[in-house]
């Protein structure tokens, strides 16, 4: 009852967890927010910038989707990045294209554009020399890769950091569709790995049904939950996950590069730090919890064979439905209705996430 209520409580948003955690095990001493304006003494203050929210992206009535596709400058991931766009990216749909075309249908005549989905692989390009995490005055893109490289398909771009999973790209992402989304009216921005096979036609079905456009898409997150114990956080797992263009800003400007260091997992954890990331946030967030709706297929993705197999035999049979929260990962006894028991081993498969 006390872990549903916490799970409760983190979707919320704002809520404070400088308390002790009870666990049958043992107490879980949490850390307070370094984001010391968000007590309850200082909380209107810190709200009055939140009272009159704009809401970010298109409009229109036409709910737009930024698709950012983590890869990098190394062979392997050019070969995937081929057989990427051979598949999903190689449809025959106009609503689906590469972000520039994207850019060049909105600068020509918004009312008429008719792509709703830009994609763009996100490769970070800064030399040794840059930081994991944008946080300076330099550019937030550069034009080619460190050595030179450039972008032949016109469906890269290339992020001034150094290259990294962990430790700064995916906030550097997000800081970068924020900017995007403004100036191109971008409603959501959807962050996904490469070894990620995405069903197109269920995502368009997806954001026609549940993703509304500006100015009802505040505040909003989502995909496959998952669960971290150490922060009493949900979170949306890292293979794909999304949220609107107003969080991406806060997530990518409001939230300094300390700020996101402060915050995260001791063992820093992509996914799981993002979530922590978002439900800093001073105001509720609204969760979209897609394990029941699963769009795309992860596991076994991984090399060319299995990938595009998958594509060719495996996508008639989604969406995915998995359970709405992890609870045999998250806490096997549970599972077996042995309850938390002191001494008991417990093997999990995400228990870096959990102690």
């Given at each position: 009852?006390s ?20 666990s049958?095990?043992?107490?879980v001493p ?5 984001l010391?304006?968000?007590?309850l003494n200082d909380?209107?203050a ?5 009272q009159?929210e ?10 737009s989707?930024l698709l950012?596709?983590?890869?990098s ?10 057989f ?9 749909e ?6 520039s075309?994207?850019i060049?249908q909105?600068?020509a ?25 944008h946080d300076d ?17 016109d469906?890269c771009?290339?992020?001034?950091i150094?290259e ?8 550097t992402?997000?800081k ?16 996904l790995?490469?070894d990620?096979?995405?069903?197109p ?17 505040r ?29 991406a ?9 300390a ?14 730090d ?11 967030i609204k ?16 090399d060319e064979?299995?990938?595009?197999n ?8 989604m ?5 709405i ?9 549970w ?20 102690v």
């Open positions: 009852m872990a549903l209520l916490l799970v409760g409580l983190a979707m919320l948003g704002g809520f404070d967890f400088a308390v002790r955690r009870r049958a095990d043992k107490p949490m850390k307070p927010s370094p010391t304006d968000r007590q909380m209107q810190h709200l009055k910038a939140y009159n704009t809401p970010l992206g298109n409009g229109s009535g036409k709910t989707v950012g596709i983590f890869s400058n190394i062979k392997k991931y050019k070969l995937k990045r081929k990427i766009r051979d598949t999903y990216l190689g449809i025959d106009p609503r689906l294209c590469k972000l075309e994207y060049r909105m600068e005549n918004p009312l008429t554009a008719v792509c709703q989905v830009p994609y763009t692989f996100i490769i970070a390009a800064g030399g040794s020399d840059r930081p994991f995490d005055s330099e550019p937030l893109t550069v034009p080619t890769y460190v050595d030179g490289t450039v972008d032949p398909e469906d771009t290339f992020l001034n150094r990294n999973m962990e430790d700064g790209k995916s906030a992402f997000f970068f569709g924020a900017a995007i989304g403004i100036q191109h009216s971008i409603d959501y921005i959807v962050k790995d490469d990620t096979l995405l069903s036609e269920l995502l368009l079905q997806f954001i026609e049904d549940d993703l509304p456009p500006a100015p009802y898409n505040r909003i997150y989502g995909g496959r939950g998952w669960m971290t114990r150490s922060k009493s956080n949900l979170f949306a797992a890292g293979q794909f996950y999304f949220m609107s263009t107003d969080l800003h806060y997530v990518g400007n409001v939230l300094t590069a700020d996101r260091k402060a915050l995260s997992h001791s063992r820093k954890t992509e996914d799981a993002m979530g922590v990331f978002v439900f800093s946030h001073p105001r509720p969760f979209i919890n897609m394990g029941m709706l699963q769009i795309w297929r992860h596991y076994g993705m991984k064979v299995a990938f595009r998958a594509w060719e035999t495996r996508m008639s049979v969406p995915i439905y998995e359970h929260l992890p609870w045999n990962d998250f806490c096997i006894p599972s077996a209705n042995r309850g938390l028991r002191k001494n008991v081993a417990i093997n999990l498969q995400y228990s870096y996430l959990l």
